[in-house]
């Protein structure tokens, strides 16, 4: 019998940290809720597993609609619409990003983009967390729902479909009752979400709090429906675990020193082996130098002939080196073809310094895919890309794509 792991599950509540305990074939049970609001001051934590769910202030979601099924694409793209809103997480913080899928269709994808800022001093707990998730995704409500609650002291709220998260934001309204301000400002998301293709009303308000005789007037006449009052749920572990990984800031400083030092060391011991190598190298130099000499009186006594046929042999460089070779670049195209998308190619030109390619598909995705695949394949990095969107036709979508080499290069 496989032994029963104790997790214990950090939460942010109404005026703290809440700390919940459970298994992973039981529910999560509350232990202690404090009024501790960092979690780097909480103590005396219970043994087991230790998991944390950032509060919704720590956090960014980024809900978009990408035309394609392919989930290899969706990082990619995620990173591409996060790059045009101005959002750039810090690489050397972490993994401070994940992806999850709110609805799949027949011509898109709804996806929801998680940017979690990078914890400050104080941040995370003492004791390394071994998972980390967000408090939003650990109450998910079926159908389209709205829940409202407050994480240390202020409302936050989410936004669901069937069960998944659409969006979620924290507000700066700490009044004890949800107001006209806090309807509006989830009203302005509702719009926000639409005008991205996402018509989100929901059928359910859900308000947690724990206070009685709570005045939910303002979310009843904002969104016509009752709301259900109740205190909020226990969390559910989110299946499966968010990617999010945020780097120790201290252990990454302690790292870097440790780093240096090594490089400082490997530095002092390169000095004497370059001293070693530039003695034996003087004598490398004088024979190269007299070799030299002796190429340069071969050369002029040399025919003129010989001349002429260094110069032919030079012209025809394109032809006998692999990485300008037609055929080697035409197969390194037909590799960025995505498998059994139906994308062929009308025509292709190619010279020693342009490429110029004409193709149709009968999908979008098949021609975006190609696209992206193509200004990121490795053998085709002399090339500088020009993607025009694709246009459409009675066959499907037609594309013309140009690759030319920049100009330094293509004159040696």
Not at 128 to 151: C, H, N, Q, T
Not at 196 to 201: A, K, P, S, T, V
Not at 302 to 314: E, K, M
Request: proline share 7%.
């Amino acid at each position: 019998m496989s032994k029963t792991t104790e997790n214990v599950l950090l939460v942010p509540g109404e005026s703290g940290w809440e700390i919940w305990t459970g298994t992973s074939t039981t529910p999560f049970a509350l232990h202690e809720a404090t009024t501790i609001e960092r979690a780097g001051d909480l103590t005396n934590l219970p043994g087991g597993d230790l998991l944390l769910l950032f509060p919704v202030k720590a956090i960014t979601a980024v809900p978009m609609q990408v035309t394609s099924a392919d989930d290899s694409l969706f990082p990619d793209l995620a990173t591409l619409h996060a790059e045009r809103l101005g959002l750039r997480p810090d690489p050397m913080a972490g993994q401070l990003t994940d992806l999850f899928v709110i609805a799949r269709e027949a011509d898109h994808t709804a996806l929801v983009s998680i940017l979690l800022r990078p914890p400050g001093d104080g941040d995370l707990p003492s004791r390394g967390p071994k998972g980390f998730d967000i408090s939003a995704r650990a109450y998910p409500l079926d159908g389209d729902a709205l829940a409202v609650w407050k994480e240390f002291g202020r409302w936050v709220f989410a936004l669901f479909h069937q069960g998944n998260l659409v969006y979620c934001q924290a507000t700066s309204e700490s009044s004890a009752n949800p107001d006209d301000s806090l309807a509006r400002e989830i009203r302005l998301s509702l719009i926000q979400l639409a005008m991205q293709g996402m018509e989100i009303e929901p059928t359910q308000v859900a308000l947690w709090t724990r206070a009685e005789n709570a005045d939910t007037s303002a979310l009843s006449t904002a969104f016509k429906v009752e709301v259900q009052v109740s205190p909020r749920p226990a969390p559910v572990l989110p299946d499966p675990l968010s990617k999010l990984l945020p780097a120790d800031v201290r252990s990454a400083r302690r790292a870097a020193q440790k780093r240096q030092n090594i490089l400082i060391g490997a530095a002092a011991v390169a000095v004497i082996y370059l001293g070693i190598i530039g003695w034996f190298g003087y004598g490398l130099w004088r024979d190269s130098s007299e070799t030299q000499k002796l190429l340069k009186q071969a050369e002029a006594a040399a025919p003129q002939g010989y001349a002429d046929h260094l110069a032919r042999w030079d012209e025809l460089a394109p032809a006998v080196e692999l990485d300008r070779s037609p055929v080697d670049i035409l197969s390194r195209i037909a590799t960025c073809i995505p498998p059994n998308s139906g994308l062929r190619l009308k025509s292709a030109e190619i010279s020693d310094t342009e490429i110029k390619l004409v193709g149709e598909a009968s999908q979008i995705e098949a021609v975006n895919a190609f696209s992206l695949r193509l200004s990121k394949n490795t053998d085709l990095t002399r090339y500088n890309w020009q993607l025009p969107a694709p246009n459409q036709s009675t066959r499907g979508w037609e594309f013309a794509y140009i690759g030319e080499v920049p100009t330094a290069e293509a004159q040696p």
